[in-house]
């Protein structure tokens, strides 16, 4: 398998995912701007979508895939088709008594995650409302989650990559078509979430089916539960959860700070996450997303070569397109933040906060992404509590630094904690592996690192001054002429970035990789 290609392939979708990601939050900015009603919907939203992260996604995907792996490459299809049945009967009845269980205990969750909501009645009463809409969707993401560890182990990237597409085109459609006839427009957002959660359980089954893993979820749990291979992701998905709920406890912290912070601070941090998003998925979701797979069938082959050329490949590619990205968000925050949202209820004191925490995304980007990349490293290995340990250290680190950067900063200063933790967690991360020699650096880096620099220092120059020539506030009025400035200064941006990099020597074809 061509894993330069395939990269290219989940990117490809990953993309079309964050495109149809930003039309929606154009949407959102025009129409409800950032108010004290979009900060209710972020809040209510993200309660199950952290929830999501935690039980469906992150910890399960991480317990769960390496197992599934070594049961495909070493037991054959009927034990491996067994021990999915079996684990989706335990986490689907699980889910459902999650659900039931928020649904009632809304308000008492709402109040936990933004305590600042709770001076203004109206905005708290509907962030309990479209939580309690929108719940269920963490029982339709377990089944998505489910199926993407399955297609993924069988190379199967097309459609997990795509199934994010199918909730941003809900929301579009609710921003477009219901929101403007509801009392309460915000509210569509919330029905579009249970409707995007229903289309995208039903875009896995035709996949699921083709290749004969599509789950049967029975009521017998006893037996379910007695099936070791169970047991063995349970096992596993126990440190899991404590390493995801780190992540997701530091963003509920940071929610609760930025209510209480001056109305609008959610949703700017929202707006800046959007477009950081684009850089963190387009590498560091979609490469984890390949590799993980590749490492597990490496480590189930007992191929440590292999294993360690793998990350290093994930690694130079990280570098190659974080660093510039991280540039990017640093030096163009205004003229992005104005381009993308400044219309509409969207003002331009919400451009300069959001591009402020935008700013400070950009210092933590490299790692964000690359703890994406080095994590794996240890579960493709089944082992979780290294990262566990790590992760609980970087939230303490987190928390002290919110201490001392919010009151400088503000909501600005949350985003910036999160970026320099996400630092730390990246290089305590790689001393790991470098101690247990699960990664051997392979030569070339210190060259490698040396041409980076220099054209992220071309790539920087040129566009502080290229975009300097724009007044991006000023030109709201004129929209085509902003979108075409936009394009003109990254398409020089980039020219300079790539071009500076094949002078110096750089040819793609260093990072083609073939995996077995």
Not at 172 to 193: C, D, G, N, R
Not at 389 to 404: D, F, P, S, Y
């Amino acid at each position: 398998m061509n894993l330069h290609k395939t990269l290219a392939t989940v990117s490809g979708m990953t993309m079309l995912s964050r495109v149809t990601g930003l039309v929606r939050e154009l949407l959102f900015a025009r129409a409800f701007g950032a108010s004290a009603y979009t900060d209710a919907f972020n809040v209510a939203f993200r309660i199950p979508n952290l929830l999501r992260r935690l039980f469906a996604e992150g910890a399960f995907s991480q317990a769960f895939v390496p197992i599934l792996a070594e049961y495909k490459n070493q037991k054959g299809e009927e034990a491996t088709k067994e021990l999915v049945d079996h684990v989706a009967t335990i986490l689907m009845w699980a889910l459902l008594l999650t659900c039931l269980i928020g649904i009632v205990g809304a308000p008492v969750v709402v109040y936990l995650i933004a305590t600042g909501l709770k001076a203004d009645k109206p905005a708290f009463d509907a962030s309990v409302l479209m939580t309690r809409i929108m719940f269920p969707y963490i029982g339709f993401m377990a089944f998505v989650a489910l199926s993407g560890g399955i297609l993924n182990t069988w190379r199967q990237f097309r459609v997990p990559a795509v199934t994010p597409v199918l909730l941003n085109l809900s929301f579009i459609a609710a921003s477009l078509f219901a929101a403007p006839y509801m009392e309460q427009p915000v509210y569509a957002l919330a029905f579009a979430v249970v409707l995007g959660g229903i289309l995208q359980v039903a875009v896995q089954l035709p996949a699921l089916r083709k290749i004969g893993m599509l789950p049967r979820i029975g009521i017998n749990l006893k037996l379910a539960w007695k099936d070791p291979g169970v047991r063995r992701v349970l096992r596993q998905m126990v440190p899991a959860t404590v390493a995801v709920s780190v992540a997701q406890i530091s963003i509920i912290i940071n929610t609760n700070i930025a209510s209480r912070q001056v109305s609008g601070s959610v949703s700017w941090l929202t707006y800046a996450d959007r477009l950081m998003e684009f850089p963190t998925a387009l590498l560091g979701v979609a490469l984890g997303t390949v590799l993980l797979p590749s490492l597990a069938k490496a480590h189930a082959e007992g191929n440590p070569t292999e294993y360690s050329a793998l990350l290093d490949w994930g690694l130079r590619l990280t570098f190659l397109l974080a660093l510039p990205s991280a540039v990017g968000l640093i030096t163009l925050s205004e003229p992005l933040t104005s381009t993308l949202f400044h219309y509409g209820k969207f003002d331009a004191e919400s451009v300069r906060m959001t591009g402020q925490a935008l700013i400070a995304y950009g210092v933590g980007l490299i790692g964000l992404i690359l703890v994406k990349i080095l994590a794996p490293g240890f579960y493709a290995k089944q082992d979780i509590r290294t990262p566990v340990k790590i992760a609980i250290g970087v939230l303490i680190a987190t928390q002290i630094m919110n201490l001392i950067f919010v009151p400088r900063f503000a909501h600005a200063g949350l985003a910036l904690s999160v970026g320099v933790g996400a630092c730390l967690n990246a290089v305590f991360l790689y001393i790991g592996l470098k101690r247990r020699g699960i990664y051997v650096a392979h030569s070339g880096w210190l060259l490698f690192l040396l041409r980076l620099c220099g054209a992220l220092f071309l790539l920087a120059g040129v566009a502080l001054w290229t975009a300097g020539h724009f007044d991006w506030v000023g030109l709201q009025s004129r929209p085509l002429l902003r979108v075409a400035a936009l394009t003109a200064v990254m398409g020089a941006c980039g020219v300079t970035y790539f071009g500076a990099l094949i002078a110096m020597g750089f040819r793609f074809r260093d990072f083609k990789r073939i995996s077995s």
